[in-house]
């Protein structure tokens, strides 16, 4: 039978999601506690490869099972031999036909960053951080352009694999609690380093060092070496992922961090 998974994970400790020689990704650690519930190898899909330090609050994965169990044991049974930093929150039987990447209609990732001069502790490798003021409303202003199907070359990593850059940005919003902002971005995908690549210059445009509509130059530009540097991957998260109606798997959906409640 194929089963769907629901994940939570710090990405810090991993080397990104993706299966590695060496072993230490979140993929193989997955697998490896599968293996033990299941009797034997276990191969896992997922909704969306996260890069290292990347966290997740609601991966999807999915997998064929060898052999029937409750669905209990793919919850508390895998949970019991995954490290600290990953947990396996809900599971649910699909149809033999569910993709949990090629289904997905939508994933949602949110980028959480702390502001101020000194940099934070308890949170750290959980936000990103950068010490200047940043301006809200400039930020929120040069989202606009980013919006709909656009070719998104400019915040592509050279690394990006995809076939096409083309994506179509359905959501795109900042608020800001106290010191902390919170970018939410929605798309039917993202490229390798789109999330973290647009971060970086909304920053150049909070801080005053480049003006709203320069976000829109860049996406028309299509030229990578004209925007902004990567920015750290410890506050970005991959917050949900959205399935038609009749392919949903029945998951919980994500638990919301104190952090960010």
Do not use: K
Request: net charge positive; with cysteine.
């Amino acid at each position: 039978m194929r089963i769907a998974l629901q994940l939570e994970y710090d990405g810090t400790p991993f080397h990104g999601w993706q299966s590695q020689p060496g072993g230490c990704t979140v993929q193989d650690a997955l697998e490896r506690a599968l293996g033990q519930i299941a009797g034997g190898g276990i191969r896992t899909v997922c909704a969306g490869r996260t890069d290292a330090g990347v966290h997740a609050l609601m991966q999807v994965v999915h997998f064929d099972a060898p052999h029937s169990r409750p669905l209990n044991a793919w919850i508390r049974g895998v949970n019991a031999h995954l490290p600290a930093a990953i947990v396996v929150v809900g599971a649910a039987e699909v149809a033999d036909t569910f993709h949990a990447r090629f289904d997905a209609q939508a994933r949602t990732y949110r980028y959480l960053l702390a502001t101020g001069p000194v940099r934070p502790a308890l949170a750290a490798g959980r936000v990103g951080w950068h010490h200047q003021v940043l301006g809200l409303a400039p930020m929120r202003e040069a989202l606009a352009a980013l919006l709909g199907v656009h070719d998104f070359s400019a915040f592509r990593s050279s690394e990006c694999q995809a076939r096409s850059p083309v994506r179509h940005l359905m959501h795109a919003d900042i608020r800001q609690q106290g010191s902390l902002f919170v970018f939410e971005f929605t798309a039917n995908g993202f490229l390798h380093h789109m999330v973290r690549n647009l971060v970086g210059c909304l920053l150049r445009i909070g801080s005053g060092r480049e003006s709203p509509d320069w976000l829109g130059q860049l996406l028309e530009a299509r030229d990578r070496t004209r925007a902004a540097a990567t920015f750290a991957p410890e506050g970005l998260y991959l917050w949900s992922v959205d399935y038609p109606d009749a392919s949903r798997p029945a998951l919980p959906g994500p638990r919301m961090p104190a952090l960010i409640a």
